[in-house]
């Protein structure tokens, strides 16, 4: 079994920083590519910020230039590092990655729990 857990959310004013880290664990082969995804009510969740298994990154237009994702492969994390934020940046945050586990032959999507993020003075 394979789990993902977010941790580093809470409140900070706007213009503050948060950084947010997920862990992957249970028995992984092999992992792709590790992002980040968030969801206000009512809304659908969107991609943030990902990072592909050779590095490459993709950043939505609403965060690049203030959020920077970064991934250790030797111990199955990616963090999400946020600075300036705004307001319409509070969700809750979803860690997401595309993995192998040792049962399977193919690459499964796993979500964390998620983690709220708010930004409000």
């Known amino acids: 079994q394979v789990r993902l857990v977010e941790s580093g959310g809470g409140l900070v004013q706007p213009g503050g920083s948060l950084r947010l880290s997920c862990a992957a664990s249970g028995r992984i082969f092999s992992i792709n590519s590790m992002g980040w995804y968030r969801q206000t009510p009512g809304k659908e969740r969107d991609l943030v910020a990902r990072?592909?298994?050779?590095?490459?990154?993709n950043y939505a237009d609403s965060v690049k230039e203030r959020f920077t994702i970064s991934r250790d492969k030797n111990k199955n994390t990616v963090d999400l590092q946020m600075n300036s934020l705004k307001s319409e940046d509070t969700a809750v945050y979803y860690c997401?990655?595309?993995?192998?586990?040792?049962?399977?032959?193919?690459?499964?999507?796993?979500w964390g729990q998620g983690t709220q993020v708010t930004v409000s003075s």
């Open positions: 990072i592909s298994s050779d590095g490459r990154l």
């Open positions: 997401n990655g595309d993995i192998r586990s040792r049962f399977t032959s193919g690459f499964d999507t796993y």
